[in-house]
């Protein structure tokens, strides 16, 4: 499997010297400390594309304890899994047709339950559906020969060494003394592990290795376990085990290494059992999930080592921003935050392409990205002196384009169409809210240009200009001219502000502003090629609407001018900040009318119905209109969604326990911040290695 590999440049545009940061210091003083078992604050570690989360043991002992909170899954990018079809299901059998200018533009919606069209397509919205790989679990035998439960373990203290990768687990089971130490291969999917305690030598501890169902329901960790007859087989070779499971979807190897001899105790369906032998306190294991070629042993040292040095660079590498001379309690809390969302976006979103909302962690909405997400989960990584990851997830564009033109072509636009709710490779579902989405569609061309900032080279121009001609051909014809002579966005159309009905929306004012960015920057594509702008681009940009506004600020959309007056359009994303905060000022952008816009919002938003990542977004319009404690006090807004659990991870709600668009976005703000004099003069903050946004 091919691995993405973190190779960081030194510097980035903006930076200033690189040895002004003390940054293990800076990191380091956001570890995290657990005394007790808390549900919402296990532990991940991961290299982007593999990655487990782990309790208070250090491995995933108590799963049924942290179901309800961030379940302790084991993910990697290329474990996908779908169920046998009844019948050979059809993305056209869930059209709806739109009427739009005339014409009938069809739409792939969810429908009544009990409908062969529902039937359709709940299988293409479940299928595939990302699948946890097998479960790592301590098995402790008490004193009486049962087996302890989490109430029995004692004297917790489990650290999270963030400059290392590395989580430090102690505790005590009926009196005797475990330490753990857990970590992942940066290149491969492994984790190694170094426990020490009597319980080995006494006989028992134990290591439980356990497959789960890969379920196709909307919210899965990974924690339920079929019966049946066939059992796991295992095979001995040098240094360890390799194990294969019976279960569903789990056709990989599972690699067990060890510095010890290890009898299998027990062998079922979903899980077998190991037992070191019992001659030393020390055992160390480690465990790959292969699809392909055997990894050769590693010791546990080694490891250990590599994964350090991998860490270190990251850390010293890329942007960094050290709060430490602000005597203000806010400027802590940022720096928790932004160290907390770089480890985070690191373990779950730095694959080779975008991830979930949930990342490696456990899966929401079966496991699949929305395309409208990775503004949030990447914009940062460029910013933030990261250009590569970026890099490597622009590669699903080309993976999935051949789908995105079919999507065009059944609407009837030239083009390309990018998908919303969709998989590694592309693949097309169905939704009442996301086939009507817009805001996806320019998402290439922001990243590409974010590329070319950091690289303007020849070869940066030609890798994506096939993409950027693609996206920006549906773009322009996409956009209608009216009898007036300009053009309109919509109907069928939801704005990123999920309120509207897509049957008689039009113009959503943010959604303007991107068209005109985007088709913009795509015409100085074609410029930097030397190839004469495109005529119908530049008819589109000197007659697109202009922002929809009323009584001196902007609407939501301008089929809506009761955008302020009707409770329910105050709620869900503010996007129309996204006018002058995600995006720069635009040639019909006011912005004495977007600061009157920002102040209606601030005051008068229904802040309690948002999410993670409105936040950095208002953050970013305070910043862009000049407002420094506007954009602090938005990020730290005290509302239930803006939540930053002590794992860092941003809380949502029960069904969304963490949020990595929220953090993706954290750190883009801070980005916008610390190039734009974005934070209280009197902080002292300093910087380095960060960009200035478009």
């Keep these: 499997m091919k691995k993405l590999i973190y190779l960081f440049a030194a510097l980035a545009v903006g930076c200033t010297s690189i040895s002004q940061i003390d940054r293990k210091a800076v990191v380091s003083r956001h570890n995290v400390h657990l005394s007790e078992a808390d549900s919402l604050n296990s532990l991940t570690v991961g290299n982007g594309q593999f990655a487990m989360t782990v309790d208070i043991t250090g491995l995933q002992s108590f799963p049924d304890f942290y179901e309800n909170g961030i379940p302790l899954g084991t993910q990697s990018e290329w474990a996908w899994h ?53 479960k790592l679990r301590f098995q402790f035998v008490k004193d009486d020969g049962s087996m302890a439960e989490l109430g029995d373990l004692s004297d917790i203290d489990q650290t999270l060494d963030t400059w290392f990768g590395e989580i430090h687990s102690h505790y005590t089971v009926n009196g005797v003394p475990v330490s753990v130490i857990t970590i992942c291969d940066q290149e491969s999917d492994k984790i190694s592990v170094q426990v020490e305690s009597e319980l080995i030598t006494e006989g028992r501890l134990k ?69 070191p032998e019992k001659e030393d306190a020390q055992f160390e294991f480690s465990v790959t999930y292969e699809q392909e070629d055997q990894k ?129 490779v592309g693949g097309e579902t169905v939704s009442s809210v996301g086939s009507y989405l817009l805001w996806n569609q320019p998402h290439p061309i922001w990243f590409a240009e974010l590329i070319y900032q950091q690289k303007s080279t020849e070869e940066v121009l030609n890798a994506y200009a096939e993409i950027i001609e693609n996206t920006a051909e549906f773009m322009g014809d996409f956009a209608w001219k009216d009898s007036t002579g300009r053009y309109i966005l919509g109907p069928g159309v939801i704005p990123a502000q999920e309120r509207f009905n897509p049957q008689d929306t039009y113009n959503p004012t943010y959604e303007l502003a991107y068209w005109r960015w985007a088709l913009e920057t795509a015409q100085q594509w074609r410029e930097r090629r030397g190839e004469p ?162």
């Design 207 to 275: 290591l439980n290795i356990a497959y789960p169902e890969p379920l196709d329901i909307w919210k899965y960790g990974g924690n339920t376990f079929a019966e049946g007859d066939e059992l796991c087989t295992v095979e001995n070779m040098e240094n360890g085990l390799s194990i294969t499971s019976p279960v569903d979807g789990h056709e990989y190897l599972t690699v067990v290494h060890s510095n010890e001899t290890m009898e299998v105790t027990d062998s079922g369906h979903s899980s077998i059992t190991l037992q």
């Design 533 to 694: 702008r495109n005529d119908k681009w530049d008819e589109v940009l000197k007659n697109l609407s202009d922002l929809p506004q009323k009584d001196g600020v902007y609407l939501a959309t301008e089929s809506t001018p009761d955008s302020y007056t009707t409770e329910v359009f105050m709620t869900d994303h503010p996007s129309v900040l996204g006018t002058y905060g995600m995006l720069p000022e635009t040639s019909d952008l006011d912005k004495t009318v977007m600061r009157a816009t920002f102040d209606k919002i601030w005051t008068d938003w229904q802040w309690h119905d948002t999410w993670g990542w409105d936040f950095p977004m208002t953050a970013m319009t305070a910043t862009r209109l000049g407002l420094p404690e506007k954009a602090v006090d938005a990020l730290l807004m005290p509302i239930k969604t803006n939540i930053y659990l002590k794992n860092g991870h941003n809380f949502q709600d029960q069904r969304l326990t963490l949020y990595l668009p929220g953090n993706g976005g954290f750190l883009t703000a801070l980005a916008l911040m610390a190039t734009s004099d974005g934070f209280p003069p009197e902080w002292n903050v300093q910087s380095e290695g960060i960009s200035q946004m478009p």
């Design 82 to 134: 779908s169920y046998p079809a009844k019948r050979d299901y059809k993305i056209e059998e869930t059209m709806a047709d739109i009427e739009s200018h005339g014409r009938k533009v069809p739409y792939a919606r969810q429908w009544p339950s009990g409908t062969d069209a529902w039937e359709a397509g709940n299988y293409l919205r479940q299928n595939p559906h990302r699948m946890h790989l097998s």
């Design 296 to 424: 050769p042993f590693q010791d546990f040292d080694s490891a250990r080592k590599q994964n350090a040095d991998a860490w270190k660079s990251f850390w010293e590498n890329g942007g960094m921003i050290d709060f430490s001379a602000a005597n203000d309690d806010r400027a802590k809390e940022l720096e928790r935050r932004m160290v907390l969302s770089m480890y985070l976006t690191k373990v779950n979103c730095g694959g080779s392409s975008f991830p979930q909302e949930t990342g490696l962690t456990y899966n929401s909405w079966y496991g699949k990205p929305h395309m409208e997400m990775p503004w949030w989960h990447s914009t940062h990584w460029p910013l933030w002196g990261r250009v590569e990851v970026l890099e490597e997830q622009m590669t699903w564009y080309k993976r999935a384009q051949d789908g995105a033109r079919k999507i065009a072509e059944r609407q009837g636009f030239s083009g390309v169409r990018w998908q919303k709710m969709t998989d590694n």
